[in-house]
Nanobody
Framework: EVQLVESGGGLVQTGGSLRLSCAAS????????IGWFRQAPGKEREGLSA????????YYAPSVEGRFTISSDNAKDTVYLQMNSLQPEDTAVYYC???????????????????????WGQGTQVTVSA
């Protein structure tokens, strides 16, 4: 059974930092891409970042590039999202998601849209106070 468990959310002041973790189980970790998404109340889900656990190719949305860093520890089957310079508009529930990447994929292929992801965690709340 595929499981993704997020942790590391919480309450932080403006300008602060948090590191989210996504612990994966139930699949061969380095055959999947992992993405981070968020959803604020009344807003659509937003894709933030993604990483290929095979070759560490990464993607960042413009809204978080330069502030967030995604990384993967394949020995622990865990992906991290380091979030710095947090702002009140970063307040949301943050989700990690996983999707299988075929072995014959084109070079530099990395899914970045939510419809491309098959498995989702339960989410972790991030609240940034003004």
């Amino acid at each position: 059974e595929v499981q993704l468990v997020e942790s590391g959310g919480g309450l932080v002041q403006t300008g602060g930092s948090l590191r989210l973790s996504c612990a994966a189980s139930g699949f061969t970790f380095d055959e999947y891409a992992i993405g981070w998404f968020r959803q604020a109340p009344g807003k659509e889900r937003e894709g933030l970042s993604a990483i290929s656990t095979e070759n560490d190719i990464t993607y960042y949305a413009p809204s978080v590039e330069g502030r967030f860093t995604i990384s993967s520890d394949n020995a622990k089957d865990t992906v991290y999202l380091q979030m710095n310079s947090l702002q009140p508009e970063d307040t949301a529930v943050y989700y990690c998601a996983a999707t299988y990447v075929p072995t014959n994929h084109p070079p530099a292929f990395l899914p970045v849209s939510d419809y491309q992801y098959s498995y989702w965690g339960q989410g972790t709340q991030v609240t940034v106070s003004a």
